[in-house]
T-cell receptor, first 114, second 113 residues
Framework: AQTVTQSQPEMSVQEAETVTLSCTYD???????LFWYKQPPSRQMILVIR??????QNATENRFSVNFQKAAKSFSLKISDSQLGDAAMYFC???????????FGKGMKLTVNP | ETGVTQTPRHLVMGMTNKKSLKCEQH?????MYWYKQSAKKPLELMFV???????ENNSVPSRFSPECPNSSHLFLHLHTLQPEDSALYLC????????????FGEGSRLTVL
């Protein structure tokens, strides 16, 4: 079964600073998608950013960007200019080989300190 | 009105009760999902429906019974649950099964006594 590893269960960052969340995964596929989802406390999980594995260019969405290293099977999320509203659980989720089902990591709790 | 609505938000039930969780999506999506979220564990995919047909059942115990009467509604019927079934149950929808982009509800927090 495909596994997704988010090695740091918790991180903290000062407001306005930059933080990087790590994620590694295993897959035998060459074409797949990767996602970062955010789950604020007691609120809905929402999509943060999406990357297509066949694209070499790293995805960016405003203050959020990824560092996708396909050969290393690494997909880290960088949050710039951190804001209090960024505090949440963050989940890395690549699609499972041969289908578009997502496989989620255990998540990482991000705390943003004022 | 949020895109994916789940009711109830909280549910406490005994092991002999029968209850149901409801999910409704207002996004015009064709696929709906049930996930189980337990503390310090990855989200577990339970069931997937595409165009009202079940396409995935990840070895979920029969005490969980899904129902998808139409593309907008999804139910999870619960009976004779165990305390280890206590968790947050998340419903999600997607346009179809090809994009991987899911839209989640806020979840139903289930406690089994």
């Amino acid at each position: 079964a495909q596994t997704v590893t988010q090695s740091q269960p918790e991180m903290s960052v000062q407001e306005a600073e930059t933080v990087t969340l790590s994620c590694t995964y295993d897959t035998s596929e060459s074409d797949y998608y990767l996602f970062w989802y955010k789950q604020p406390p007691s609120r809905q999980m929402i999509l943060v950013i999406r990357q297509e594995a066949y694209k070499q260019q790293n995805a960016t969405e405003n203050r959020f960007s990824v560092n996708f290293q396909k050969a290393a099977k690494s997909f880290s999320l960088k949050i710039s200019d951190s804001q209090l509203g960024d505090a949440a659980m963050y989940f890395c989720a690549p699609t499972q080989g041969g289908s578009e089902k997502l496989v989620f990591g255990k998540g990482m709790k991000l705390t943003v300190n004022p | 009105e949020t895109g994916v609505t789940q009711t109830p938000r909280h549910l406490v039930m005994g092991m002999t009760n029968k209850k149901s969780l409801k999910c409704e999506q207002h996004l015009g999506h064709n696929a709906m999902y049930w996930y189980k979220q337990s503390a310090k564990k990855p989200l577990e995919l339970m069931f997937v429906y595409s165009l009202e047909e079940r396409v995935e059942n990840n070895s979920v115990p029969s005490r969980f019974s899904p129902e998808c009467p139409n593309s907008s509604h999804l139910f999870l019927h619960l009976h004779t649950l165990q305390p280890e079934d206590s968790a947050l149950y998340l419903c999600a929808s997607s346009q179809d099964m090809s994009t991987g982009e899911l839209f989640f509800g806020e979840g139903s927090r289930l406690t089994v006594l």
